[in-house]
């Protein structure tokens, strides 16, 4: 199986630490947090990874080269301009195949041993969800005990920005800059799209605090 780590945002809510600095390359307990993706995947037996990259792309080409270093190899996908979730994943297809493959955001930190992820079947997408944070409360889908995700429904979860996806999902979109979460929704109407609930450790690095609450839980 590939993966493919999210990595070309601008950074927005990190600023000013994604002034000079693209995010994934922000530490967290004495190393880069896309470091620690690069880390689980091989653990979970994933050496294939493609990155796509936009904003200070060339740092992180600089930081991780061809992944040799860290046991993995990477492909990059380079994004004049951001292309969002759906759009970077429809221009990275080539590098990523026809087979199902693991989507990560630069931009989270979690536990997740990949491996451990049921396999896609007949569906689109099977998306790893966690206990609503403080900070998003609201949560985004319902999980039903079935293991099936609807756009609506109680109780809700959150989306950890972590899952499985047949690249047929994006295959048939025009290239360009679109939206991943309206194919979603799409899919969970036609009842393709299951879920995994993810019980343990689990932090969306979207602010400073945040960042350095992740970074002492680390080091502690």
Same mark, same amino acid.
């Given at each position: 199986?590939?993966? $493919?780590? @999210?990595?070309?945002? @601008? ?82 297809? &080539? ?13 989270? !930190? ?73 194919? @979603?929704?799409?899919? $969970? ?12 450790? !689990?932090?969306?690095?979207?602010? &400073? ?12």
């Amino acid at each position: 199986m590939r993966a $493919m780590i @999210l990595a070309a945002g @601008l950074g927005t809510r990190m600023r000013p630490l994604t002034d000079h600095c693209p995010k994934p390359l922000l530490e967290a307990g004495g190393k880069p947090l896309i470091v620690h993706h690069l880390e689980r995947l091989l653990a979970g037996g994933i050496i294939d990874v493609v990155i796509n990259v936009s904003y200070r792309a060339e740092q992180l080409v600089a930081a991780l080269g061809d992944g040799r270093d860290f046991g993995v190899h990477i492909a990059w996908s380079r994004e004049t301009t951001p292309l969002e979730t759906g759009g970077g994943i429809r221009q990275a297809l &080539p590098l990523l195949g026809e087979a199902p493959f693991l989507l990560v955001n630069g931009d989270v !930190w979690c536990d997740l041993d990949p491996a451990g992820l049921p396999a896609l079947g007949d569906d689109l997408a099977r998306l790893v969800l966690v206990d609503n944070p403080d900070h998003h409360p609201q949560g985004d889908f319902h999980l039903d005990a079935a293991g099936r995700v609807h756009a609506e429904g109680e109780p809700r979860l959150t989306f950890a920005g972590i899952s499985l996806l047949d690249p047929a999902l994006v295959a048939d979109e025009p290239p360009g800059a679109f939206a991943l979460a309206p194919l @979603l929704r799409r899919a $969970m109407a036609e009842g393709r799209v299951g879920g995994h609930r993810h019980r343990g450790a !689990w932090v969306d690095v979207g602010t &400073p605090e945040r960042l350095d609450d992740l970074d002492r839980r680390l080091r502690g």
